[in-house]
């Protein structure tokens, strides 16, 4: 267990770069996870963590020591992979095992440890099975327990839950997340997947495009997005196209004045809208406050969505918690959507940024 | 309500436990078509075993009766029981020296990236395409050449031979190899350099173990062409030396009695044990 620092690593292919210097430091225990949609360079970042990628420019550092051009099986960093990647021929106590063989330990001491780590995701029971005859939540807590064994310095999780079905998702994380937290690991997850992200992380880290966008806290990242990619990426956001017209003033590309926050900085810029801090025809108080036309509902359950029309360039999604009133709008009435001017977030000369937007 | 819907369950139960006309008419036409193959691959071998045991010397319909007494000619026969010895000798040597040129190279074809890797890989799968004629006659102009240059015996030595017949093994062996590695998911190697192991101990521990079927089987269908091999060998034998298959030509030439069939149902006896043997071991239909 150690302190990880990554200082400007880099990773080029040609002239493309799929990382680019990457500056992070997790600290002792930390549960850090790199977020991004695909080919935004987290998994290379991961990879050049275990080695397995060789990075064209920066270091990496262990416990302070420098692993940047370090042999993946000279590193103690344990890893778990998306399709498990057990060892097939071997028992499930054998897999365990491997690594310790590797560490030339004695014969009681592997036994021990082995069957210490199988203890700890609960397959005392299924030591002398074949990977092959586990289900594949039972297959990936072999996978942890295996990278659990060598008592690695960083535990490197690589989109270790895509693979198994949603109920068994949710199962796997929380034992990650408890194990990580009761063995004190220093732990870097990459995934593509926000929910999951928010759910286990201590830090995140957005990525796209080979850069870090934002590292923040859960609250960070959704309350103060540092970009419009952001912004669209953690949770959803309506972005309105426009332009700051004067400080704390917006004009929509559909010609709409809205009151914004006030240190947006003049001239072309988008408004972040998030579906649950707008409201409909509520009773006062608001800075802003426009008709509009719903175009779209969708029950939800705990929420109503509904698509509203401001003007012919201008659409918000609008999310209504569910509080048991008897029908909300319907297709095609009439509203007033509203919002106070901090709901709004201005990103400046960001017109087309971001990759999954909702545009309107 | 809820009884239409059971209604329905049952009605689509029945349905299907019991096809219709035309599903069992279908699987009883390709019940029929398998049998029939089956049958046109098997005839051939079934005349040669039964022929084997024919009491007469000259093969006729029906026979006049049974005896063994065949098999006894053929191992006191001096050319096939040295045939039987070189063939079995070159193919060994040749099953080997092709592994160790095909697992390497199966390796670069299945887990590299480099430029001309198709090409590589054609190129080693050439040798089962090109005609065993061309490549005797190649080869044997080959080794003239080569002789002349260096001064060295290689026309009709065992080495040269056994040197042709690896070219033989290797399709075989890259074919299978490759195709066993093809399933094997990568991140498993990774894993094991992850967890200590330096590239040796991965290959040795984690890569070998599960490329075997294959290898097993490229050495097993690699023997079984180098033993069976006649074209090339035709060219390369050295004078007064010659492989079970030229022995069995060759005695053909003069005489057709049952000795040329018993001596057939030896050899497939014999090759038919080693697969069942080496199935026991790896399951050689996994890559087959």
Redesign the interface.
């Known amino acids: 267990m150690a302190r990880l620092e990554l200082l400007g690593l880099s990773k080029r292919y040609g002239d493309h770069y799929a990382v680019k210097s990457v500056n992070l430091e997790v600290s002792d225990g930390e549960f850090v996870v790199l977020l991004g949609p695909s080919g935004c360079g987290k998994t290379t970042t991961l990879r050049m963590v275990?080695?397995?990628v060789e990075p064209s420019g920066g270091s990496a550092r262990i416990g302070g020591v420098d692993i940047t051009y370090l042999?993946?099986?000279r590193?103690n960093?344990?890893?778990v992979?998306?399709?498990y990647?057990?060892?097939?021929?071997m028992s499930v106590a054998e897999n365990v095992a491997?690594?310790l063989e590797?560490?030339r330990l004695a014969r009681p001491e592997i036994a021990a440890r082995a069957k210490e780590a199988l203890r700890l995701v609960r397959l005392e029971a299924y030591a002398e099975r074949l990977p092959r005859q586990l289900s594949g939540g039972q297959q990936q807590r072999v996978?942890l327990a295996?990278?659990l064994a060598?008592r690695p310095d960083v535990l490197l999780l690589d989109e270790p839950l895509s693979n198994l079905d949603a109920k068994l998702r949710e199962e796997v994380r929380i034992e990650i997340r408890e194990l990580q937290r009761q063995l004190g690991l220093t732990t870097i997850m990459v995934t593509h997947d926000q929910e999951e992200a928010l759910t286990v992380a201590d830090r995140l880290v957005v990525m796209a495009d080979g850069e870090i966008r934002q590292i923040g806290s859960q609250r960070d990242l959704y309350e103060r997005p540092a970009d419009r990619f952001v912004a669209g990426f953690v949770g959803r956001s309506t972005f309105l196209d426009g332009r700051v017209t004067a400080p704390g003033e917006f004009e929509s590309a559909g010609g709409l004045r809205l009151k914004c926050h006030i240190d947006g900085a003049l001239g072309p810029a988008a408004l972040a809208l998030r579906p649950e801090r707008l409201t409909l025809n509520a009773a006062g108080g608001l800075d802003n406050r426009l008709p509009g036309r719903v175009e779209f509902v969708s029950y939800l359950g705990a929420v109503l969505e509904l698509h509203v029309r401001l003007s012919p360039a201008d659409r918000v999604i609008v999310q209504l918690p569910n509080r048991g009133e008897a029908a909300g709008p319907a297709l095609g009435d009439t509203v007033e959507v509203g919002w106070p001017r901090d709901a709004g977030l201005v990103f400046a000369g960001q017109a087309n940024a971001g990759a999954t937007e909702e545009r309107t | 309500m809820h009884a239409v819907a059971a209604d329905r369950q049952a009605v689509s139960l029945a349905r299907r436990a019991r096809p219709d006309i035309a599903t069992r008419i279908g699987h009883l036409a390709l019940r029929a078509a398998a049998a029939l193959s089956l049958g046109f691959i098997l005839l051939p071998l079934v005349l040669v075993i039964w022929l084997a045991f024919f009491r007469q010397e000259i093969p006729s319909f029906p026979p006049e009766g049974y005896s063994l007494r065949w098999f006894g000619a053929v191992v006191e026969n001096k050319s096939f029981v040295g045939g039987f010895l070189l063939s079995l000798q070159v193919g060994i040597a040749a099953t080997l020296i092709g592994l160790a040129l095909a697992v390497p190279a199966s390796l670069a074809i299945g887990r590299r990236r480099f430029a001309g890797r198709g090409a590589v890989n054609t190129l080693l799968l050439m040798p089962l395409v090109v005609p065993g004629v061309v490549l005797g006659t190649s080869i044997y102009v080959f080794q003239i050449e080569a002789e002349i240059a260096t001064g060295w015996p290689i026309l009709g030595s065992t080495a040269a031979l056994v040197a042709a017949h690896a070219l033989i093994v290797i399709p075989w062996a890259v074919r299978l190899v490759t195709a066993s590695l093809a399933g094997f998911d990568p991140a498993v190697e990774e894993a094991a350099k992850n967890l200590g192991a330096n590239p040796w101990t991965t290959f040795r521990r984690v890569t070998l173990p599960a490329i075997r079927p294959g290898i097993v089987a490229g050495a097993l269908f690699g023997f079984v062409m180098s033993f069976g091999n006649l074209e090339m060998s035709l060219f390369l034998v050295g004078a007064g030396r010659t492989t079970l298959p030229i022995a069995i030509l060759q005695y053909l030439e003069w005489k057709i009695d049952p000795t040329v069939a018993a001596a057939s149902v030896m050899q497939i006896a014999l090759i038919g044990a080693a697969m069942l043997v080496t199935d026991r071991y790896v399951k050689i239909a996994q890559v087959v």
């Open positions: 275990a080695g397995f042999r993946p099986w590193r960093t344990g890893m992979f998306q399709s990647a057990l060892f097939p021929h491997f690594g590797m560490r996978a295996r990278a060598i």
